[in-house]
């Protein structure tokens, strides 16, 4: 197993049990185009606590955005089961919000049009999911742009409107698929950076898929390894870096994090070395 530290108490107000996502023996299977069974992940088991921020790390193809869909709801398992609070996730479950790499923004209604959608879908009031809408935007630095259409947007600048539109209705569970894994280097370490700050404020408990383990280990609490496929559950590591983190590219340089960071692609480089080596001797 890997490198375990004592957790830190979230902060107040996040100690809500509705918060926690416990994930146990979770089996996902799928019949492939010629009728045989594949399995995506196998036995996973993982919780996150309330008000925590778990990055699930791991090589292509292990089940990551897999287990993201069981969590969700989209998906329901071939084995095990997934709770979030103390109620069995039968479908989409409510005070959960979604970030994932494509951007899931509508094309067709404005940069406010889309972030006051989630307000008006649980029936606030139109005016003030207007005014709740413009505030966020503010937050994400996109004042004055509330009239522009996605296509208007740079990629960074659509991440901006996508964090808004995930965090307005206060989540108490924000699932994270590779959100930033399209932005270039310095675009990404800047909504790195506004993600801490922004949960930071709202504590939701996170669980965050990304390929990218430096980004794993700047933005969590909590890193789990997945092997290669059928992906299981290697390695949890906890990770000890003191909150509020500060500045993403500065943490990197840190003696702690490169600590961390090595001894976690220890756990990790095996399982990339396999999934390279079996995906190499398929197309061979």
Known sequence: MGVNHPQRPPADGAADDAARIEIKGLTKRY?????????????????VEPGQFCSIVGPTGCGKSTTLAQVSGLEKPSA??????????????SGVSY??????????KTVLGNVMMGPVLVGTPKRE???LARDWLRRVGLAGFEDRYPHQLSGGMRKRVAM????????????????FGALDVQTKAIMQNELLKLWEELR?????????LDEAVALS???VIMTSSPGSVKDVFDVDLPRPRGNVQEIRHEERFLDLQGRIWES?????????????????
Request: negative net charge; glycine residues 6%.
């Open 268 to 284: 990790l480089k095996d399982e990339v070395t396999r999934a390279y080596q079996r995906t190499a001797g398929a197309a061979a």
């Open 129 to 131: 999911a207007t005014a």
């Open 99 to 108: 970030m994932f790499q494509a951007d899931a923004l509508f094309p067709w």
């Open 204 to 212: 939701p408990s996170v669980l965050f898929i990304t390929h990218d």
């Open 164 to 179: 808004a539109a995930a965090l307005i209705n206060n989540p108490r569970i924000l699932l994270m698929d590779e959100p």
């Open 80 to 93: 095990g089961s997934v709770k979030v609070g103390s109620h069995i996730v039968d479908g989409i479950t």
């Open 31 to 47: 019949l492939t185009p010629k009728g045989e069974t594949f399995t995506a992940i196998r036995d996973v088991t993982v919780t």
């Open 221 to 223: 609490d909590r890193v």
